[in-house]
């Protein structure tokens, strides 16, 4: 089992940027690939980012491709999401997870172990 837990989250301008951390507990993290969802007031949880394994290989939602970074250290059980050129529209909860099913790393369903939250606020 994995336990993972969010920080880094604030209340920053727009243009602004911050940086995740997502730890985890269990020896098997190593062994997945993690990703980044965000929940905005009043809408659906949505894919921001995702890493393979290894962090060989990286995907991202178009809507912050260019913006963000995710990238993972493996030795230290932490994966990252860097937030630059932050928009009022970034505002939400950040959850990282383990893509712990065999489906597209796109979407919710293929993911557990889901960390609590932490709160991004993008003021204009």
């Known amino acids: 089992q994995v336990q993972l837990l969010e920080s880094g989250g604030g209340l920053v301008q727009a243009g602004g940027s911050l940086r995740l951390s997502c730890a985890a507990s269990?020896?098997?993290?190593?062994?997945?690939?993690m990703g980044w969802f965000r929940r905005a007031p009043g809408k659906e949880r949505e894919f921001v980012a995702a890493?393979?394994?290894?962090?060989?290989?990286?995907y991202y939602a178009d809507s912050v491709k260019g913006r963000f970074t995710i990238s993972r250290d493996n030795a230290k059980n932490t994966v990252y999401l860097q937030m630059n050129s932050l928009k009022p529209e970034d505002t939400a909860v950040y959850y990282c997870a383990v893509h712990y099913y065999s489906g597209s790393v796109y979407y919710a369903n293929q993911y557990d172990y889901w960390g609590q939250g932490t709160q991004v606020t993008v003021s204009s």
């Open positions: 890493i393979s394994w290894s962090g060989g290989i990286t």
């Open positions: 269990g020896r098997t993290f190593k062994n997945y690939d």
